[in-house]
């Protein structure tokens, strides 16, 4: 079993000044390739040069730490069931969320998110509180 970790969760410990407490948990931990993405957008987006090279390092520490879950032909085929599952429901999720959910549904893992409204809406998908 694995975990996948959702960005919020990278988001709320750079803000606080901290590398998540990740090693709380016996299970392996992933992440997305579109975290690493939504991540660097933060990089390019900081206000300081100092900021960005403070975010840079962070970026850098988590995809050197923790394996990252592909956007693969699987991947996207669990992709468009969920999100066509949810459309038929008349809801959706945001479209980088539907994508870690698919990366950790493809694999059997969890997700530990902040984001519970969002991706308890994905059937199957199991939610680690954070």
Known sequence: MGIVVDTCVFVQAERAGIFPALEQF???IYISAIT??????GVHRANT???RIKRKAFVDAIVTEIPILDFTAQVAKI???ICAALLDKGQTIGAHD???AAAALTHNYNVLTYNHSEFSRVPGLLLINT
């Open 26 to 28: 016996e299970e392996n």
């Open 98 to 100: 539907l994508q870690i």
């Open 36 to 41: 690493v993405s939504e991540l660097l957008v």
């Open 79 to 81: 992709h468009a069931e």
């Open 49 to 51: 040069a100092e900021r």
